[in-house]
């Protein structure tokens, strides 16, 4: 294993310096400005991710994607009135933005009497035509353009920098870090409200909380988590950051907390991958961000440990198994029971699957070959008791609850013969009667 | 280039002669007023039957498919690259139905990850491609906000045949739509197939998604048709008439974008378009004489002074 490089760190005495040499060293010429991009982009997108938990969970993604189009007139407003891009009026004028835009939507859909989709796209569509009308024509006052509304410039934040305790700080990155802090420590404080809101709105108004209140906060964070986001990733795919990562995180865990971290790390996780990978291929970072959330939301759907298609099928395909396995047990069972009553012997059909089942079935010592055939072997014999007493005590259990004439109980006892437990089977038999027989006259088997 | 276009289109081409307006920018406006019209009158059964954001991710995904095939052909021509961009919003469309069936993500959750991951893979495909420096293809980002300066006549000829297309559909299916829309239940116990109602409306708006691009863009198109059908509700309770009224608002829309583009030529399109449907909107939302604010307040003023 090769030495790491701390040794020639350490004498230069500067924690500051020392992590821009190990990112130049790590990531070429330029690494220590890679390093912060790459930060920053974390940053913002983990706050993203744990305010998209929220959202996702009160379904109202298209609200977080209509914030997203929405906040841009009230940045720009704020820049041309002197606010500095991330600093305090800016980060206000959003907000403020953000609320007025859930506001007028609701007014919408109330006068207007159109449904509530509707008049977010109306409102969110006119605000982001403003906004980007406004850029245009005060292009020269303000350093924004389309492009960076629209795909943000992450490749540019290292280089607006600002002296902090005599280090050179991109100023994105503090931006980043404080929304970041910030909107985690909201998120710890009010948690408890938020989740009440989000899962029952009318116990918790009912409770005495302020449901109106507790919704306006999460628009703020959102407005707050967007506007940190706009430089770096733009305008539209600030909603991958809000939307995707919380996705995948639901498909990972069914516990609330757990899914808030799971999808601010995945976020980070995100950033950090497709700004390596933009730069790579030269194309953009946030382009690439997206890219890497959707092949995460992907990998998601496919190999979720519990709700993956890949997990599903198996277990899918490993029921189908099992109701084979113990559909020929019984087809063996009655066979043998025939043959015992009128000594003739009757052949199992071996056709297509059946043929491996059967050499699945000999294979794990459940038949065996014998005079007349294949015979059940002990254990065999046992699986086929359970599976034909299930069968016959629910065909008796039908005839006398459902009405039903004897030539249509089969077919729904064919099919819970596999699903019924130890405990339900003693139950009917305690009604039927323990020495009792099916309603086509055959006896039922004991519990082995 | 005229060749194969109308004779009419040439007379209205060259009547505005003497107005010094350049002959293109009149027909390309005929063209776009055209989409306009269409997407007016598909956004009504669209916002009817609760579909308004079908077409959002429809358009944010069309994005990628319009770099693709500019990438697959080299070329720049106005038919290959919509064609891309329709295939990609169908597809788009298909992971959206695909998500719904088969995961536990929310319809809402589905249609941001469909629209936000598609419109990234674009944005990437558009900045490596001119990063690259492969000629023409700074013109691709003009699909992001709109940009007709750059259609030519057969462009608009090709905007106009599918738009007209879409109409007739839409009239000739409207009995069904308005069904469907009003009252689904019934339409499904009485026989109709509303699965596949739904699915020609949604195919419907995102080709009228994909006309409109080169008008308002990917990001902004959405509006042409969501806001001509609000606007035009305010008015009316009939479907006839909405749709004749939204039809009119969006062709007013997108004339006043594409002359205003023409004449200052910095600004994008489509916010133009948006922002001149959006003020018939805000009319509509003052002054229509049932609902709107103003006579409702005269109104209740009126009724106040008939009570004392």
């Known amino acids: ?448 | 280039m005229m060749s194969g276009i109308p004779d009419v289109v040439c007379c209205v081409a060259t009547a505005p002669a003497w107005l010094a307006v350049p002959p293109n920018t009149v027909v390309v406006a005929a063209g776009v007023a055209a989409v306009g019209v269409a997407a007016g009158v598909i956004g009504s059964l669209a916002v009817l039957r609760k579909r308004a954001l079908a077409g959002d991710a429809a358009a944010h995904a069309a994005l990628a498919g319009v770099a693709l095939a500019f990438l697959a052909t080299g070329r720049r021509d106005l038919p290959v690259l919509l064609g891309g961009g329709l295939l990609a919003a169908l597809a788009a469309l298909g992971v959206l139905v695909l998500l719904r069936r088969y995961t536990r993500t929310r319809d809402d959750a589905a249609t941001a990850i469909v629209l936000s991951v598609s419109f990234g893979c674009g944005i990437a495909l558009v900045a490596g491609l001119t990063s690259r420096g492969v000629p023409d293809a700074a013109g691709l980002e003009h699909f992001l906000l709109g940009h007709t300066a750059a259609l030519t006549v057969a462009d608009a000829a090709l905007l106009a045949t599918v738009s007209a297309a879409a109409v007739v559909v839409a009239v000739v299916g409207l009995k069904e739509a308005t069904l469907v829309a009003f009252d689904p239940g019934f339409a499904a116990a009485s026989g109709w197939p509303v699965a596949a109602i739904d699915y020609c409306l949604v195919g419907l708006v995102a080709a009228m998604v994909i006309v409109g691009l080169p008008a308002a863009g990917a990001v902004l198109v959405t509006a042409l048709v969501v806001i001509p059908p609000v606007a035009a509700r305010q008015w009316t309770d009939r479907v006839p008439t909405m749709l004749l009224l939204a039809g009119l608002i969006g062709l007013a829309a997108a004339v006043f974008g594409v002359a205003a583009s023409a004449l200052v030529p910095r600004l994008a399109t489509g916010p133009l378009v948006v922002l001149a449907a959006a003020t018939l909107l805000a009319v509509s939302l003052l002054a229509a004489p049932e609902r709107g604010l103003l006579p409702r307040a005269w109104r209740r003023r009126s009724a106040r002074r008939g009570a004392a």
């Open chain 1, 1 to 448: 294993m090769g030495r790491f490089p701390l040794a020639q760190l350490a004498p230069m005495g500067d924690a500051g310096e020392g992590v821009q040499h190990l990112a130049e060293r790590l990531l070429g010429p330029g690494g220590g400005m890679h390093a912060w991009a790459m930060a920053t982009a974390a940053l913002v997108a983990a706050a993203c991710g744990l305010v998209g938990t929220l959202l996702v969970v009160r379904r109202m993604s298209l609200v977080g994607d209509a914030i997203s189009h929405a906040v841009l007139p009230g940045i720009v407003v704020a820049v041309l009135a002197g606010g500095r891009p991330g600093g305090p009026l800016v980060l206000a004028a959003a907000v403020a933005t953000a609320l007025a835009t859930v506001w007028l939507t609701e007014r919408l859909t109330a006068t207007g009497r159109m449904a509530e989709d509707a008049s977010a796209g109306v409102v969110f569509t006119t605000m982001f035509a403003g906004g980007v009308l406004l850029v245009t024509a005060f292009a020269s006052r303000i350093d924004l353009d389309p492009g960076c509304i629209l795909h943000g410039v992450l490749e540019l934040v290292p280089f607006d920098t600002v002296a902090v305790a005599g280090h050179e700080v991109p100023r994105g990155f503090l931006t980043a870090s404080a929304v970041c802090a910030g909107l985690a420590l909201a998120a710890v404080v009010t948690w408890k409200l938020q989740v009440f809101t989000a899962f029952d709105p009318e116990a918790a108004a009912a409770a005495g909380i302020p449901v109106r209140g507790v919704t306006a906060g999460l628009m703020a964070a959102t407005a707050l988590a967007t506007v940190a986001s706009f430089e770096v990733v733009g305008a539209i795919l600030v909603v991958a950051l809000l939307v995707v990562p919380a996705a995948t995180a639901e498909l990972l865990t069914h516990r609330l907390h757990r899914m808030a971290v799971l999808a601010a790390g995945l976020g980070g996780c995100a950033a950090v991958l497709g700004y390596l990978a933009a730069w790579r291929l030269a194309t953009s970072a946030a382009g690439m961000i997206a890219v890497v959330l959707g092949l995460q939301y992907a990998a998601a759907v496919c190999f979720a440990p519990e709700d993956g298609l890949v997990i599903r099928g198996l277990r899918r395909l490993a029921l189908a198994w099992r109701v084979a396995c113990e559909d020929r047990l019984a087809a063996y069972w009655r066979a043998e029971e025939t043959r015992d009553r009128c000594t003739r012997p009757v052949p199992v059909a071996t056709t297509g699957a059946g043929r491996f089942v059967d050499a699945w079935l000999a294979a794990t010592g459940r038949i065996a070959r014998g005079p007349g055939g294949r015979l059940l072997t002990a254990r065999g014999r046992e699986q086929a008791d359970t599976v034909v007493r299930s069968h016959r005590l629910w065909e008796s259990w039908l005839g006398r609850h459902a009405e039903l004439p004897s030539d249509h109980l089969h077919p729904p006892a064919e099919w819970i013969e596999h699903h019924l437990g130890a405990d339900v089977r003693r139950r009917i038999e305690a009604e039927v009667g323990a020495r009792a027989r099916d309603p086509h006259g055959r006896p039922i088997p004991p519990e082995p």
